[in-house]
């Protein structure tokens, strides 16, 4: 049994799998899922477990080059990714529900916050 970092089996058999350029689509409980990439739902209970939460335990276990959200996300979700990253990359939210379909993985939380969705593109340890 692991120690420590992600538990869940599905969502750390997931994150091995990824590689340089590979994205991850983190989201609320209410964004749309398309056919094709893996998902896993971690969604419980409404806020439970929060973006933030799963946002800062992605951060643990991968490496990130890049971020993109939705141009209407506002408030700490904003901030949050602000702080991580500096910059992120603003689209139209229709146009992140397009880009997530190219994700190779989707985590889905329970966040019940408009627009808490943000595509992470992995990088490289070295």
């Not at 058999?13 to 340089?20: C, I, S, V």
């Not at 749309?32 to 800062?56: H, K, M, Q, T, Y």
């Not at 951060?59 to 949050?80: F, K, M, S």
Request: contains cysteine; hydrophobic residues 45%; proline residues 6%.
């Amino acid at each position: 049994m692991k120690r420590s970092g992600i538990l869940n089996r599905h969502l750390a058999g997931a994150l091995a799998e990824l590689g340089h350029g590979d994205e991850v689509l983190v989201c609320d409980a209410g964004m749309p899922i398309p056919a094709g990439p893996r998902v896993v739902d971690l969604a419980f209970r409404a806020g439970v477990p929060s973006f933030a939460e799963v946002f800062a335990g992605l951060l643990d276990e991968l490496v990130i080059e890049g971020a993109t959200a939705a141009e209407e996300l506002r408030g700490p979700h904003l901030d949050l990714l602000e702080r991580q990253f500096g910059r992120v990359d603003l689209v139209p939210h229709e146009r992140l529900k397009e880009l997530s379909a190219g994700a190779r993985l989707i985590v889905r939380t329970g966040e019940a916050s408009p627009y808490a969705n943000v595509l992470l593109r992995c990088g490289v340890f070295f």
